[in-house]
């Protein structure tokens, strides 16, 4: 199957910094990339959709500001965590698209963050 | 794609029996099903796909079976291993966008 890599797959840090986490398609165009929030124990809650070159269409909820995504390519989308809090402490995953109809949606391995 | 955070239903199987894991989707106009595995502290990982045309197909000690009459999908697993122990959830879609279930946890008892 195809690869997406995500990057950092932990990482903590201090309360008020940023963090970016990367996901790359490794060997195809990503037509869509979604980013994901997962608690522990729970199910996966979609926090935006990103098409490369345009806005992102976040959730409702999902604060724009506080959680910015950039599609830059179309192999690499990143999520950057604006001034971390410590409820911001979850997994987050990325997933991406390929194929005409962008079927076959495939994962990547994770970020767990952990802000202190 | 929508998906709802919600608590996990759970199942046990002993190591070598089948295990069943059902889903039900509710968009009709859904063409593309997906199956997903996943472990703890990883991001999920495709298992196997089926598209509506289809109401079974099979890989390696995988089955997928749909029911677009009723609206359901299952994950059938062959002889059971303790490696199967995860999450599955299944994935519905009806272009870009996808759907998730809540996901069912998995635990092979040896």
């Known amino acids: 199957g195809a690869v997406v890599s995500q990057h950092p797959s932990w990482v903590i840090c201090k309360s008020g910094t940023s963090v970016k986490i990367e996901c790359r398609s490794l060997d195809f165009q990503a037509t869509t990339m979604f980013w994901y929030r997962q608690f522990p124990k729970q199910s996966l809650m979609l926090m935006a959709t990103s098409n490369e070159g345009s806005k992102a269409t976040y959730e409702q909820g999902v604060e724009k500001d506080k959680f910015l995504i950039n599609h830059a390519s179309l192999t690499l989308s990143t999520l950057t965590v604006t001034s971390a809090h410590p409820e911001d402490s979850s997994f987050y995953i990325c997933s991406a698209t390929m194929g005409i109809r962008g079927e076959k949606l495939f994962f990547g391995s994770g970020t767990q963050l952990s802000v202190l | 794609g929508e998906s709802v955070g919600l608590h996990l239903p759970t199942l046990s199987v002993q190591e070598g029996d089948n295990s069943i894991i059902n889903c039900a989707y509710s968009?009709?106009?859904?063409?593309?099903f997906i199956w997903y595995k996943q472990e703890s502290g990883k991001g999920p990982q495709f298992i196997i796909d089926i598209r509506s045309n289809m109401d079974k197909r099979q890989g390696q000690r995988v089955t997928v079976l749909l029911n677009k009459t009723v609206k359901h999908l299952s994950l059938q697993i062959a002889a059971t291993q303790p490696g199967d122990s995860a999450v599955y959830f299944c994935?519905?879609?009806?272009?870009?966008?996808?759907?998730f279930g809540t996901g069912t946890s998995l635990t092979v008892i040896p």
């Open positions: 994935a519905e879609s009806t272009g870009n966008q996808f759907y």
């Open positions: 968009n009709s106009a859904s063409d593309y």
